[in-house]
């Protein structure tokens, strides 16, 4: 089935420390991979998205390339501020005709101190 | 920037009343969903809406759920008599017309159900 599958959180890092979230998902044909932030008390955002194999999807630093061979979409920003502290989700959309339904990971938790 | 949002941002009611969640999505968007997130667990998939008809429901959305557009901007999820187990954060998207992967999601309403 599809499925999206994170590192388990929370994650606390140092102010300009590197930053990895593991995001590995499972689905049929070729999903589209999303990255999004939900910064407290606010919605989920579109941070990035890549739509094909080997594209590299970048926001405010954020980068995550898509690769097929592992399944993988992790996220990396190389230098964490305090205000990257949120929690971020990785998804995927199903592709088939007709179908716009996202299937999320459970999210991982960045705390960022100073 | 135009933005989805979801009103009440928290609900409180007992189990077996009826609850109706708002969403005004962006207005030159067509395409309209639902998620929900119980605490801790993953954004999951409720509903989505097109052309003012359900295009794809998940398990999730049994006959307990319905979903409206009574006007041209407001975008309705009812949930007829709530249980306990529907006590979730639930969030509203929407997408534009040709690109329905990328979804543009409300800040969420917290639902709890005593």
């Known amino acids: 089935g599809n499925s999206v599958t994170q590192m388990e959180g929370p994650v606390t890092l140092s102010e300009e420390a590197f930053l990895t979230i593991n995001c590995t998902y499972t689905a049929t044909g070729y999903p589209s991979l999303f990255w999004y932030v939900q910064y407290p008390g606010e919605g989920l955002q579109l941070l990035l998205k890549?739509?094909?194999?080997?594209d590299k999807g970048s926001n405010k630093g954020f980068e995550a390339t898509y690769r097929k061979e592992t399944t993988s979409f992790h996220l990396e920003k190389g230098s964490v501020q305090v205000s990257d502290s949120a929690v971020y989700f990785c998804?995927?959309?199903?592709?088939?005709?007709?179908?716009?339904?996202?299937?999320f990971g459970k999210g991982t938790k960045l705390s960022v101190i100073p | 920037e135009p933005e989805v949002t979801q009103t009440p941002s928290h609900q409180v009611t007992q189990m077996g009343q009826e609850v109706i969640l708002r969403c005004v999505p962006i207005s030159n968007h067509l395409y309209f969903y639902w998620y929900r997130q119980i605490l801790g667990q993953k954004v999951e998939f409720l509903v989505s809406f097109y052309n003012n008809e359900i295009s794809e429901k998940s398990e999730i959305f049994d006959d307990q759920f319905s979903v409206e557009r009574p006007d041209g901007s407001n975008f309705t999820l009812k949930i007829r008599s709530t249980k306990l187990e529907d006590s979730a954060m639930y969030f509203c998207a929407s997408s534009e017309p040709g690109k329905g992967e990328t979804q543009y999601f409300g800040p969420g309403t917290r639902l709890l159900v005593l």
């Open positions: 998804a995927h959309h199903r592709s088939g005709a007709g179908s716009y339904q996202l299937t």
């Open positions: 890549a739509t094909k194999a080997d």
